[in-house]
């Protein structure tokens, strides 16, 4: 599994023109499930992102977590962060794993992210999405599990 983590605030993804989901701040992470990709790596992904001390704490230290800040998260599929492009120049998207078990680690993600009292959105999985974000930081972390 690899997801982009980013400190962000007011967020918002639409499909065709219409508005899906937004936040007003937390976290937008774009989040790529790997052929072969667990249930155990997604409850281990959801927990390093739930406690990721990324915000500042009042001495301006990134010390707190989303739930420590009481933000959101926006969680959005995306199979081309498993895109290798190592030859050539067009990625080679073999890694990611097939959409059906896909879009069920992604889903199972996101619950394992509420149970620890975050709310979560989602995009819409397949989708073509456009998404509005207001980067804050800029603060962005790669996770790969």
Same mark, same amino acid.
């Given at each position: 599994?690899?997801?982009?983590?980013?400190? !962000?605030?007011?967020?918002? /993804?639409?499909? #065709?023109?219409?508005?899906?989901?937004?936040? =007003? *701040?937390?976290? +937008?992470?774009?989040?790529?499930?790997?052929?072969?990709?667990?249930?155990?790596?997604?409850?281990?992904?959801?927990?390093?992102?739930?406690?990721?001390?990324?915000?500042?704490?009042?001495?301006?230290?990134?010390?707190?977590?989303?739930?420590?800040?009481?933000?959101?998260?926006?969680? !959005?599929?995306?199979?081309? /962060?498993?895109? #290798?492009?190592?030859?050539?120049?067009?990625? =080679? *998207?073999?890694? +990611?794993?097939?959409?059906?078990?896909?879009?069920?680690?992604?889903?199972?993600?996101?619950?394992?992210?509420?149970?620890?009292?975050?709310?979560?959105?989602?995009?819409?999985?397949?989708?073509?999405?456009?998404?509005?974000?207001?980067?804050?930081?800029?603060?962005?972390?790669?996770?790969?599990?």
């Amino acid at each position: 599994m690899k997801a982009v983590v980013q400190r !962000v605030g007011k967020t918002a /993804l639409s499909v #065709d023109g219409k508005l899906v989901s937004e936040i =007003d *701040f937390g976290l +937008a992470v774009f989040f790529g499930v790997k052929t072969g990709d667990t249930e155990a790596q997604a409850e281990a992904i959801a927990k390093k992102i739930a406690n990721l001390r990324i915000f500042a704490d009042g001495n301006g230290k990134m010390n707190l977590s989303v739930k420590d800040v009481g933000g959101q998260i926006l969680l !959005v599929s995306q199979f081309t /962060l498993l895109g #290798d492009c190592t030859r050539g120049n067009r990625p =080679d *998207f073999s890694n +990611a794993e097939k959409p059906e078990r896909a879009k069920f680690l992604y889903e199972y993600t996101a619950e394992k992210l509420r149970g620890y009292g975050i709310t979560v959105k989602l995009g819409v999985f397949g989708a073509h999405m456009h998404i509005q974000q207001f980067n804050d930081g800029p603060v962005s972390v790669v996770l790969d599990m």
